[in-house]
């Protein structure tokens, strides 16, 4: 017992006694944030237009676990494996976070053996990254994934992806974007004919992925000093990556006499022609780019690849439009359910990924700037009293008004000044008061006051229900 009881002190000694000595360090862990009310209207705004267009392109809803068995994750990610949280050991199983929403995906389909589906799922996400809070970069993310999975003919879901981009870029009113799109089997064509061994594939993918972050300089001489590809082999591959268009640039490089040693490069073209003809009919391609330095680093892709980026004019002078940062993203990845299934069987699939994040940061930004006045809650009404010795009347009312459905607070004071019930109504924003008073409650009405015009009208007791919906509803 004596032992017992050294052990159970020293803990206390560690936790500090009730004198208050013990200091704790009041912060969010690196790379998370809290998010105020007010953020979260902002937040709310942006994830109900993407649900919208998600469920206007006739998808269904799943969720998956916040973590997987360590293995379901390993060696699909690449060189971002290393970015993958692991769990220590609880009880027998070892287990990582989710470091995207796309390979618990795979996983489901596999254990469940679907062939055919098309589903969003938006949940958080997790990567040992080093974070960058400003540009909206985290270690804990929201990801709002849609995806289409099943046999189809050629490059129409594909088609549809790249459409939802777009309509959900349009319709959050983020300024000036452009979607650049490549293929997977168009860079490993590429890669085969310039002269990179098979082995170095992805890794020097990677490096391609970075151009949009780094001149191309920095990225040949990362190829050629720290992966040892041969400088000839980079600077043929720069004469590549550096090319975007169209349809035209399409054909011209059908026409090629290099890339055309390449089957796998002609398949993707061939389907990437296919692909502009019907992003065409859509009507979008003004905001669509073939750009050949697109890579996306993961391991799973293996054929179509897009990225959605917001770009700023920065002054007058200058004619180009420059990036500020990768909003959305996806591709085909046809082989990642097969790694799962026992017996290999293929499902292809296509999906794309909204960076909410980012694209919350931009509207938090913006919202501040324009000191735009946000309401953190719904209420329709507050009910009020102008004398005392009334809450058992306000109780009653506002219990009639939540049972129907209206949204309603009540002060929690026996007697509250008038005053500060109406002030309460300005400064949360809430449209109306219902006064209870003692001649009202002989009468059998309740005086309505239109918080903004100061307007009072008295409602019979029966039609106030109505009347609040008629005067609340949305324009």
Same mark, same amino acid.
């Given at each position: ?113 679907? $062939? ?163 992003? $065409?009919?859509?009507?979008? $391609? ?190």
């Amino acid at each position: 017992i004596a032992k017992e009881v050294a052990k159970l002190l020293e803990m206390k000694a560690q936790l500090g006694g009730d004198e208050g000595k013990h200091k704790f360090v009041l912060k969010t862990p690196k790379g998370t944030r809290d998010y105020s009310p007010k953020q979260m209207v902002i937040r709310e705004r942006v994830f109900n237009a993407i649900i919208t267009c998600f469920r206007r392109h006739g998808a269904e809803v799943i969720d998956t676990p916040v973590f997987e068995l360590k293995e379901t994750l390993t060696g699909k990610y690449g060189e971002d494996s290393k970015l993958i949280y692991d769990l220590k050991d609880q009880g027998g199983e070892l287990l990582s976070l989710r470091y995207d929403l796309t390979v618990p995906f795979a996983r489901y389909l596999a254990m469940n053996k679907i $062939t055919n589906i098309k589903r969003y799922h938006i949940a958080k996400v997790y990567r040992r990254d080093n974070p960058a809070m400003t540009r909206g970069r985290y270690r804990e993310f929201y990801q709002c994934d849609f995806d289409i999975a099943g046999q189809f003919d050629p490059m129409i879901p594909d088609a549809e992806c790249l459409k939802i981009v777009h309509e959900i870029l349009s319709d959050l009113q983020l300024g000036d974007f452009l979607i650049k799109v490549n293929d997977r089997r168009i860079l490993d064509g590429m890669f085969a004919v310039c002269g990179v061994p098979d082995s170095k594939f992805r890794t020097i993918c990677s490096s391609v992925d970075k151009l949009d972050k780094m001149p191309w300089e920095e990225v040949r001489s990362e190829m050629v000093g720290e992966k040892g590809l041969s400088p000839d082999a980079a600077d043929r591959i720069g004469e590549y990556v550096r090319l975007h268009g169209g349809l035209d640039l399409i054909e011209r490089l059908l026409q090629d006499p290099k890339l055309s040693q390449s089957k796998l490069a002609k398949e993707g073209l061939g389907d990437m022609k296919l692909l502009f003809e019907y992003l $065409t009919l859509f009507g979008i $391609t003004g905001k669509i780019s073939f750009d050949l330095s697109l890579a996306r680093g993961l391991d799973y892709y293996t054929g179509v690849i897009f990225e959605a980026v917001l770009l700023q004019q920065e002054n007058d002078h200058v004619q180009e439009p420059v990036s500020i940062g990768s909003v959305a993203g996806g591709g085909r990845y046809d082989g990642l359910v097969g790694m799962f299934d026992p017996k290999g069987r293929k499902v292809p699939c296509v999906g794309v990924s909204i960076g909410i994040e980012r694209i919350f940061s931009i509207l938090e930004q913006r919202v501040e700037a324009s000191e735009e006045k946000i309401r953190t809650t719904e209420t329709q009404v507050l009910v009020a009293s102008a004398q005392k010795k009334l809450l058992e009347e306000r109780l009653k009312l506002i219990s009639e008004l939540w049972d129907a459905g209206i949204k309603a607070e009540v002060l929690y004071k026996k007697n509250p000044k008038l005053l500060n019930q109406l002030q309460y109504c300005e400064d949360t924003g809430i449209p109306l008061v219902a006064i209870v008073g003692e001649q009202e409650l002989k009468d059998g009405v309740v005086k309505l006051r239109v918080v903004a015009t100061r307007e009072e009208v008295n409602v019979r007791r029966e039609n106030l229900v109505a009347e609040i919906r008629m005067r609340t509803r949305w324009p």
